[in-house]
């Protein structure tokens, strides 16, 4: 088997901060998290931002770059930026900081779908911030929205206008079918890094019957053109993983997917989940890639060649 690439996502958009003091917020606090996600054995950091001060989901440019440079100046890690921003963002608005700072990865979500966050309400009694119920509550009405048409312009403008590599991420079968599509027209290059993920509500269920399908169907599609990553929410971050990692592929965890380090306790850092993850892996044979070791697999163009 190849070297296991761990990725870990430090923040996300869906957890709200009432779900976790240790949830981080601040420039200051994603920056530390991700520099110690990067020390316990991250080779790569998926990024989103956040307001500081109300913990929202941000897009604005200078909250991503309240943490970028000192990631980049204390490790070594690929930065990966999201274009998923937040659901409730359109496109333009979940380009802004990805257009100026230009990164070596983005991920990109491969279809439009339903993205419903509202049982995780049902969890909160105390709200530290008046917007975190109605945004959680209000989703059962919500769709993000990746046309064909959005992901040709995400592959054009960061692809092909600023030399990112993606991170395509297939909630479900159909989504490995898209990303075909836009490899037979020829606007995805080869490698692919393929995040098959699990367990949102609207997308394919966590369940290990499933993991063995999606790959299965992207063994057909794309035949020994991918790497594959697995991640999966909650509860199920952890067992997904382990089998993705028997099964040759690469694995996701971080407080984006799970708050949580064992049943019912929270997690108080995002190291804590790298080194588990990194502990089951090694103990299956597998050896953790480098940073270095990821950039080659994965033809990145190396983080001199960003804007942060």
Not at 204 to 225: S, W, Y
């Amino acid at each position: 088997m190849s070297k296991i690439i761990i990725t870990c996502a430090v923040t996300g958009s869906i957890h709200t901060p009432s779900m976790s003091d240790h949830l981080p917020v601040t420039g200051e606090e994603i920056a530390t998290h991700s520099i110690e996600a990067a020390e316990a054995g991250a080779a790569i950091i998926h990024l989103h931002a956040r307001d500081p001060k109300s913990g929202r989901p941000s897009s604005l440019a200078e909250d991503f770059m309240a943490f970028l440079p000192t990631i980049n100046a204390k490790s070594e890690a690929v930065i990966n930026i999201s274009t998923g921003g937040s659901a409730l963002m359109p496109l333009e608005e979940r380009l802004a900081a990805p257009f100026i700072v230009e990164p070596e990865m983005c991920s990109l979500n491969m279809g439009t779908m339903n993205f419903a966050l509202y049982p995780l309400a049902e969890r909160i009694t105390d709200w530290k911030h008046n917007w975190e119920k109605p945004f959680l509550d209000n989703s059962d009405d919500l769709v993000f929205k990746n046309t064909p048409r959005d992901i040709a312009y995400v592959l054009d403008q960061m692809g092909q206008q600023r030399g990112a590599r993606f991170e395509f991420e297939c909630y479900d079968v159909g989504h490995l079918y898209m990303l075909r599509h836009f490899v037979d027209r020829r606007l995805v290059q080869k490698p692919l890094f393929i995040q098959f993920v699990f367990g949102v509500l609207g997308g394919i269920g966590a369940d290990p019957e499933n993991l063995i399908h999606m790959k299965r169907i992207a063994d057909k599609l794309f035949g020994d053109d991918f790497e594959f990553s697995v991640l999966a929410a909650g509860r199920h971050q952890i067992p997904l993983a382990t089998m993705a990692a028997t099964m040759g592929g690469h694995v996701r965890v971080g407080l984006e997917d799970n708050l949580y380090i064992d049943r019912g306790q929270l997690a108080k850092s995002n190291a804590e989940q790298v080194a588990k993850i990194r502990k089951i892996v090694e103990e299956l044979g597998r050896t953790v890639a480098t940073p270095a070791e990821a950039r080659e697999m994965l033809s990145l163009k190396g983080a001199e060649n960003t804007k942060f």
